[in-house]
């Protein structure tokens, strides 16, 4: 496609359980990027994939949080024993080289109950 | 990554120009001056970077003062549609493999009919 694709667009989950997001990126893309977004905040990094390798995972909050790409373009972004304190937007996006612009995704909503 | 400092909020009228500042006095030689907005509900969309050197494109200016301690995103005539939170971000070279932007609160800029 044209853009990154994030699936779900929302999703409500009780607490407890487990969830995954799913990123499409743009075709050829080798850099993928996973943020969150609380309300009222601006993007809080979390993890970076340079091919099928996370080359930075700083920004996960907690072994909770784990995600993937297995062959360098689909990535999923997996929480496991979701707490109310998890609901927040989801975003991804990719970059074709290091260093250029990123193009976001519309984001996942996750409302933890 | 150096710390931004934007304002909160700004206004402007349609159809002029929008100026928002942004000051990254602890910037180092090799971080360059990233651009993103994010529209309500949107994921952020890249607008513009640089290094020393003002850039345009079809978007937006950037103007990087001599001493690089900070800059100026201009949008020439402003629309409605540019009403949006426009983050400024300092990023290292990807030569150092520094991928991750580190988003602030950004500036909330109104366009007013």
């Known amino acids: 496609g044209a853009g990154v694709s994030q699936t779900p667009s929302n999703k409500v989950t009780e607490k407890g359980k487990y969830v995954e997001l799913r990123c499409d990126p743009i075709s050829g893309h080798t850099a993928l990027y996973w943020y969150r977004q609380s309300l009222g905040q601006g993007p809080e990094f979390l993890i970076y994939?340079?091919?099928?390798?996370?080359?930075?995972d700083s920004g996960l909050p907690n072994d909770r949080f784990f995600a993937v790409r297995p062959e360098g373009s689909v990535s999923t972004l997996k929480i496991q024993r979701t707490e109310r304190g998890d609901s927040a937007v989801y975003l991804c996006?990719?970059?074709?080289?290091?260093?250029?612009?990123?193009?976001f995704g519309s984001g996942t909503r996750l409302t933890v109950v | 990554d150096a710390k931004t400092t934007q304002p909160p909020s700004m206004d402007c009228a349609e159809g002029r120009a929008a100026n928002l500042p942004c000051n990254h006095s602890t910037i180092s030689g090799n971080e360059y001056v990233y651009w993103y907005r994010q529209i309500h509900s949107q994921g952020p969309q890249y607008i513009i970077h640089?290094?020393?050197n003002n850039e345009t494109n079809e978007m937006a200016s950037l103007i990087i003062t001599e001493d690089r301690k900070s800059s100026t995103l201009i949008l020439p005539h402003a629309t409605l549609r540019d009403t949006a939170v426009y983050y400024c971000i300092v990023r290292g070279s990807s030569n150092f493999g520094n991928e991750k932007l580190t988003f602030g609160t950004g500036t909330r800029l109104t366009i007013i009919p």
């Open positions: 996006a990719s970059s074709f080289r290091q260093g250029d612009g990123y193009t």
């Open positions: 994939f340079q091919g099928t390798g996370a080359a930075d």
């Open positions: 640089g290094l020393k």
